[in-house]
Structures are given as C-alpha cells and as structure tokens.
C-alpha cells in the first residue's frame, strides 16, 4: 500500500534523509521511531505531498505523491501533532467542511455519522470544538483524516497531552482503524508502539536503523544467554550451586534487599546455551524455592536508545554494574 524507494532529502548540504527505503503493507499498523532530527517528520511530510523530495519516490498505492499528488493525497487521511482544527465551529460544521474541503462523493449524513460512531464523537457534534477537551479535540483530529474513508492514515503523536484513560481510548481506537486502513503512527511514547504496531522501522541521521516487529528487535539486541533468578535460600550457598552448571560463565547476587529471605542472582552462560531447566532442577534438589527467573531482554526503551545512540547498556549488565561496588568485601 506505501512504498517509501531510496528516498532523499536535502536542505542545502545538510541532509535530512538519506535513501530511506520501507514498505507498508495493506491493513498493517507501522509505527516510525526516531529522535529529533533524525529526518522523521521530513519524511511524513514527503509521504502526505507537505513536501518534495529531492530524489527517490513515495508510492501510495502505486501512485508516485509527487508525480500525481492530487490522486496520491485521495488516498491519505493525516493526523498532524497539532489537529488542524477551525476552533470556533462546531464538531458538525468542521466535518462538515472538510467533507466539502475534500470534495467527498460518499452520502454526506450517513458517512459522517459513521465516522462520529466509531471514534466516539456522536454526543459532542453540536458542540464548539473550542470547547472540547482535548482528548475530544483530538479525536475530531480523527475523525477529519477519516473523511473519504481513505485507505492510508498517517497519524503524527496522537495521544501527546493525553490523560492515560484518553490514551487507552485513542489506541484502542488505532488499533480497530488497523483493521481496514494502512497506518503509520509517529509517537514518542515507546511502549504505546509496542502495544498498537505491528512493526517499527526506527529512522537514525537520515537513515533506517531497524525494521521489524517489538518481538525480534527484542530478541535480536538482547542476550539471550543472560537470566535474572530470584530463589529463597542461603543466597552464597545457591550462587556455589549455579556456578557449577556446565556452561555458566559467571553467578553474581543482587544485594539489594528484594524481600526477607529471597535474593536474585544474575546469570551469564555461554552464548547459546540454555541453562533454565539445569537451574530449576539443582535448585529444586536442594529444596531452594526458584521464585523468579527470566531473561535479560532489553525493554523497546532501551532497545531505542542502543539503536540510537549505542549509549546503554542491557538490563542485566545495569544490575551488574550496579552491584560492584556493593559486592567489596561482601563475598
């Protein structure tokens, strides 16, 4: 449905982005990630025809935005960080207009009250949208880029100054468009992506960083041989009893106090190695409760920030370097 091919953008000598290539298939929610300046919204807005490339193509179902932007935009409804809202009309007459602003074909009454059921605007329509709190404000917002029923919604930041009730809303909401729309969704609030996208493609300085589903991201940046156990018991006694796992490199504890009686190790095997069961069964042979135990992923947040900026270091290695100066002479 969108095709973005070695799309490029420059402002002078600067450049905003750099032969940018993804797609986005039918019916799919993408959510696009990246820091400020990394050439994002400069993208969105070649994607919605605000702007010009200056190489490559953006293909919104076969049609080139810049080649035929008229036909291309017919097949885009876009959501901007700031709803482009007429402040001083009602819910109705704004709808109203756009439909008219968007020379719409479909029945006027019957289409916009469709589009007022299914994002929840029916019992406001009469009123000023001035008066509206903004997670109706942004709602409207919605509801305009769905006039025409376009098969493409490009959504900029949707639930920033949202309440967390008006953000369960607004996703749930997203999520029930992904159904008969392709959907980007542009967001800096890194665990709505992973709770709404199907992938994330991750833009860095212009370029694409990462293109994947939450899951694989995970997996792949992730030490998949590193675990955090928690087990109750003489906490030096269980560290001797994992240490002696065939392929476990290194057993340290967490001295922090989790609670009375219980102690969490962090557990480094040799890569590959899947030392879970061997963990369970020893310590079930010694009668030392196994509490906890899971691997060392890292979060989306951190998986960003690595992609990003290479400034982080895995959940497991924090807690490491969190315990070396507290393990002097404990040991």
């Keep these: 449905m969108i095709e973005v091919q070695n799309l490029t953008k420059r402002y002078g000598a600067k450049l905003a982005v750099d032969r940018v290539s993804f797609k986005v298939n039918e019916s799919e929610i993408l959510g696009f990630l990246g820091p400020n300046g990394a050439g994002k919204t400069t993208t969105m807005n070649i994607l919605t025809g605000y702007l010009s490339s200056t190489d490559g193509k953006a293909l919104i179902n076969g049609i080139d935005i810049l080649e035929e932007p008229l036909k291309a935009k017919k097949l885009i409804g876009y959501l901007p960080e700031q709803p482009p809202l007429y402040l001083d009309m009602t ?93 980007i969704l542009s967001s800096h609030i890194l665990s709505e992506v992973q709770a709404v996208c199907d992938r994330i493609v991750i833009i860095n300085r212009g370029r694409i960083v990462a293109d994947d589903n939450s899951e694989r991201l995970v997996q792949n940046l992730s030490n998949d041989h590193k675990l955090i156990v928690r087990a109750e018991g003489n906490p030096n006694e269980i560290k001797k009893l994992l240490s002696s796992i065939p392929d476990m490199r290194e057993v340290r504890i967490n001295r922090e106090n989790i ?33 906890m135990m899971k691997s060392s992923e890292l979060t989306l947040e951190e998986i960003f920030l690595k992609i990003t900026t290479g400034d982080i270091y895995g959940h497991a290695d924090k807690i490491e370097a969190g315990m070396d100066t507290r393990l002097a002479g404990k040991e």
């Design 91 to 183: 819910v109705e007459e704004y709808l109203k207009f756009v439909y008219r602003l968007k020379k719409c074909k479909l029945p006027i009454n019957s289409h916009l009250k469709e589009i007022c059921e299914l994002v929840k605007i029916t019992d406001v329509k009469k009123r000023v949208i001035k008066n509206l709190s903004k997670g109706y404000k942004q709602r409207v917002g919605v509801a305009q880029a769905l006039v025409g029923n376009p098969p493409v919604l490009i959504l900029d930041e949707p639930t920033v100054g949202l309440d967390p009730k008006q953000i369960i809303e607004i996703r749930t909401l997203i999520k029930k468009l992904g159904k008969n729309h392709t959907v």
């Design 259 to 291: 609670e009375p009686g219980v102690a969490e190790f962090y557990l480094n095997a040799k890569e590959g190695s899947d030392v879970r069961r061997e963990v369970s069964k020893r310590l079930a042979s010694r009668n030392f409760p196994l509490l």
